[in-house]
């Protein structure tokens, strides 16, 4: 082993952080990622540490002046700017910096931990390591850090600690003195990342985070993606991209019509439904998801009716934002800034008028194109639907949702994906609404299988990604809450709620 060499404490400001000197010196001001703040009457010592802590990693003993009273006033001021120090590890036979720690949120607090020899540790279940700007990083959505792995040692120390160990053991693995590896394991534990567990040895060890009934709800990919696409507890860049970035294409506002027969569809008249539907408040209180498919089968001209209701273009018109002018779409249902980057395939099973097949959805010609007559994926959609809405009959007609990226993240990075998603609940939403007061059965589903989206669709992954399903059939005569609707709305208004009746039921 090794012999044991010294290690040193480092500080510096993020790289975003601008440090503003009043030439009065009555004030600093800092302009930060999460905003300005404010340093009034500023000691020398207080001004000179953040000055070199702008320029760069600095060893905090050089930083915090002997005098005590000052060292307490720059540390007051070090914990008032915790969110914008970064705490780096240095050792004296390395150039630069073995690990930092980039505080991510506002809130970040960073104190390291005091760790006994024999401790059993463990790295977080959810920490994930990645590769960013030719180095590895390693992350975690319980985490206000993130630390950027500058040397393989402290890379190594992060995969062996996979498994729970305890320090003696990692520095044998690694050949290197205990005292480095100790420095290393409490900046990955003050970060977040490493856990330190209670009992005698690592098989017996429990930690904290495996009995924590705040966690046992989530996955590390469901907590990532939610800790990400909200902001505080990420300093990833939010909507626009840079401008080195806006070199994608705006993709155009309707995708360009596929090669197949085309079927054009059923235009009802507003005047017409507005006569015929059922109150708004009686179709929300109808509305549920139905996953009985034995009532029948819906028809072309219903089909026609629920898409040109719900996901049909009602207008276009071009908008321009900074260098970029891009047409954007109006239809039935929100989107934000009109971005519109869903598409609709209908894989039908039975639909009187139309063959069984897989179908793209026009929005703005209202046609179906037959893009696919392939019995086994058109069976494998159908069968995964079945499973999804856990119903024993394949819906007559399945409703699939693309999302063309490049239509959104243009514009949105950073929040795209999950902002998709949002729009599949409205369009599902609105999808469940029209099919309700129409009579037919909708069921929203929970999950889908992108592999056989790609295929069966033709899309370019990850162009265009499968993103929403909707099950669809008619909805069943003996349906109770239908039933009971309609019967209670028929003493308020006899004459309108018969045709609703027979709206809802036949």
């Known amino acids: 082993m090794r012999t044991e060499t010294a290690s040193y404490r480092l500080c510096s400001l993020r790289e975003d952080v601008m440090v503003e000197v ?33 320029l760069g990693p600095v060893r905090l003993e050089n930083v915090l002046p002997r005098d005590q009273a000052e060292r307490r006033r720059v540390e007051r001021v070090l914990d008032l700017l915790n969110g914008c120090v970064v705490h780096s590890l240095g050792h004296q036979d390395s150039v630069g910096p073995l690990l930092s720690a980039v505080p991510i949120a506002r809130r970040a607090r960073f104190n390291l931990p005091k760790i006994e020899r024999h401790r059993p540790l463990r790295l977080s279940k959810f920490a994930a390591m990645r590769a960013s700007e030719g180095e590895l990083v390693l992350e975690s959505p319980l985490a206000r850090h993130r630390v950027v792995l500058h040397r393989p040692i402290a890379a190594q120390v992060v995969t062996l600690l996979s498994k729970a160990t305890v320090i003696p053991d990692l520095a044998a693995s690694v050949n290197a003195d205990v005292a480095l590896i100790r420095e290393i394991v409490t900046y990955l534990a ?5 856990l330190i567990g209670i009992g005698d040895s690592p098989a017996s060890a429990r930690f904290a985070e495996d009995n924590d009934p705040l966690l046992a709800t989530w996955t590390h990919h469901e907590l990532l993606f939610h800790s990400r696409s909200r902001i505080g507890r990420h300093d990833n860049p939010l909507g626009a991209m840079p401008s080195d970035l806006r070199r994608v294409q705006v993709a155009p506002a309707v995708k360009p ?3 197949g027969p085309r079927f054009p569809l059923y ?6 439904l507005a006569i015929i539907d059922p109150p708004f408040t009686e179709v929300i209180e109808a509305n549920r998801a139905i996953r ?6 819906p028809t072309t001209k219903q089909l026609g009716e629920l898409l040109f209701r719900a996901a049909r273009i009602r207008s276009t018109h071009e908008i321009s934002q900074d260098d970029l002018s ?14 519109y980057e869903l598409d609709l395939y209908v894989t ?6 139309l063959s069984r097949g897989i179908y793209h959805y026009d929005p703005q010609g209202h046609s179906l194109t037959l893009i696919n007559k392939s019995e086994p994926e058109v069976a494998e959609l159908l069968d995964v639907a079945m499973v999804a809405a856990g119903s024993r009959q394949r819906p007559p007609v399945l409703i699939t949702m693309t999302a063309r990226m490049a239509r959104f993240a243009c514009a949105y990075g950073g929040i795209a994906y999950s902002t998709v998603l949002e729009h599949v609940g409205v369009l599902q939403q609105t999808l469940h609404l029209v099919a309700t007061a129409m009579g037919l059965a909708p069921c929203a589903l929970a999950f889908g299988d992108s592999e056989i989206a790609n295929d069966a669709f033709f899309i370019d992954w990850p162009a265009e990604v499968s993103v929403g399903e909707l099950a669809l059939g008619i909805r069943p005569m003996d349906d109770s809450i239908i039933s009971q609707s309609v019967e209670e709305s028929c003493f308020v208004d006899a004459r309108r709620h018969l045709t609703v009746t027979d709206r809802l039921l036949y």
Do not use: H, K, Q
């Open 267 to 272: 235009r009802p008249t507003l005047e017409e």
């Open 292 to 297: 009985d498919f034995s009532a029948g089968d």
């Open 22 to 54: 009043d030439g009065g010196d009555d004030y600093i001001l800092l302009t930060t990622y999460w905003g300005d703040t404010t340093i009034t009457e500023p000691s020398a010592a207080v001004r000179e540490s953040l000055e070199r802590m702008s």
């Open 326 to 339: 891009y047409l954007v779409t109006d239809r039935p249902y929100p989107s934000v800034a009109n971005r």
């Open 257 to 259: 019509l596929p090669d």
């Open 190 to 194: 003050a970060a977040g990342m490493v």
């Open 348 to 353: 039908v099973n039975r639909c009187a008028g």
